[in-house]
């Protein structure tokens, strides 16, 4: 479960997965941006104006996610359409297996046009599977063989049971603390000598004999310095209202759906053999789905259509964008996930990513079969590390790289997929705080990282947003990615990683640690220790001997 806003700002101590809006001045584009610009971005704008002199070949990057708003003004010129299928037609056109993938297709949607929204967590799913089982056994008679899974099972009974604890203290505490906060905010305006506010008055505001007054100093301090472009107090308390109303909402919907042990969407809405792992024709058409929000943003990092003076720049310049609608509001479930992998293999995708993940897996054997796939067919995968600030050396984080002996319970960590990156996410900010502090991390687990906070992108109904998450840091490496394999497409997957993970810029201060407030070197945070750029990946690649011969895909 994040960090919320009510706990953020009540112990005033960080401010993160707040999913600001409004104007952020000169920090819009940071991403693009570079060290010499004073920000931890990719270099893009850079390496357009000096190394980027022709178009390049197209490049289709897989979307699988919850759906993207392909009719967006900044997006609709590079949606991927389908060359051999005619739309609304009713006929599977190209013989493909499924019927008018214009765009895309939508693995968790149904045959009548429904689409899950909501779904359960992994772990809930995971302990109705074994509550049968173990639920009353008596572990004094539990067999060498079922030792291991009954751990499991009160594992994530345990986690079940607490979080929904959890959760619905979390909706007292806002309930209680709501106008806790807005007295506090009303003192500090009370406080002031001006109306509109100025971080230096506000650092320098009086709150000595006042502890009302010092908590809603400390919380107007921090908005202003994490989310700045709010110019008074009233629209800061319109954020914290809007921001706690998400909460409320977010906690409702995971004692509703996601820790729920009796809801299940799946078969009233999908109706496919949910048992049968290698089921592959199922879904609809549908690419947005009922929240496409998600993977609208995670689209227009990677590829919103460049320098046409509306919204945003995406990273990559001559790319299509396949939807591939697999993630729903809860966890992604692994069939879903190996079939999206396997469609967008098959439908021309040359780079995939995946912004999603979870804590377990119950068929990972299906999964590593359709990495395997995409790697035997040269395409690049690219998955966010995760968002709970955990060393996934140690804290399991699913989908992974790991090809070794597959199933619920077991498998080896010594066998790698070579056509994975795992991406962890930058801050906009230099020094200790480069790091973004709610980023996975892990020497062996995590291969890069980049910006993913505060990243300004697209959003349904022709908006923008700015959004974080190692979600967002995903794209930010599949756009690079995308730019490698445009200007240079004979290089492999393998290789287009290995350009990536090569040259990278070292960070040489120490950061602070995610999830804590420990300095560490940041090269102890994952494999390359370093961050990607998109200039010197450049000027690497065209050193390069690719080892493919190139080929158009289908626009």
Known sequence: MMKRLLLILLTAASFININAQGTQGNITNWFHLSSEDGYNGIGSDKAYKELIKSEGQTVVVAIIDSGVDIDHQDLKDNIWTNPGEIPDNGIDDDKNGYIDDVHGWNFIGGPDGKNVDADSYEGTRVYNKLKYKYANADPAKINKTQKEEYELFKKVEKEVLDKKTQA????????????????????????????????????NLDVSEDTGLAFGKRVVQKIMEDSPGRGSIEEIKE?????????????????????????????????????????????????????????THVAGIVGAVRNNNIGMNGIAAN???????????????????????????????????????????????????????????????????GNSGENTDIEDNFPNDHLGKSGFLFFKKEKYAKNWIEVGALSHKKGEDAVAGFSNYGTKEVDIFSPGVQIYATVPNNQYRFLQGTSMASPVVAGLAAVLRSQYP?????????????????????????????????????????????????QMAATIKGKKKTKTSGV
Do not use: C
Request: proline share 3%.
């Open 490 to 538: 004979a290089l492999t997957a393998e290789q287009v990683k290995s350009i990536i993970m090569t040259t990278g810029t070292p960070i040489t201060d120490k950061v602070k640690q995610p999830g804590t407030q420990e300095l560490v070197p940041f090269n102890t945070l994952s494999v390359s220790g370093k961050i990607v750029n998109l200039e010197k990946a450049l």
């Open 239 to 295: 954020f914290i209202l809007f921001e706690l109303l998400n909460d409320k909402r977010e906690i409702q919907k995971q004692l509703e759906f996601a820790y729920n042990t009796e809801f299940d969407p799946r078969a009233d809405i999908v109706k496919d053999n949910y048992a049968d792992s290698y089921e592959k024709y199922y879904g609809n058409n549908d690419v947005e789905g009922p929240d496409p929000l998600h993977g």
């Open 168 to 203: 619905e203290s979390e909706l007292a505490q806002i309930d209680e603390a709501e106008g806790r906060i807005i007295d506090a905010l009303n003192n500090v305006e009370k406080g002031l000598k001006a109306q509109n506010l100025n971080l230096s008055e506000i650092k």
């Open 319 to 385: 790319v299509k964008l396949m939807s591939v609608r697999t993630v729903p509001d809860g966890d992604e479930r692994d069939k879903d996930v190996a079939n999206a992998i396997r469609y967008a293999v098959d439908n021309g995708a040359s780079i995939i990513n995946m912004s999603f993940g979870k804590a377990y897996s119950w068929d990972k054997k299906v999964v590593n079969e359709a990495v395997k796939y995409a790697a035997s067919k040269d395409v690049l995968l690219v998955h966010a590390a």
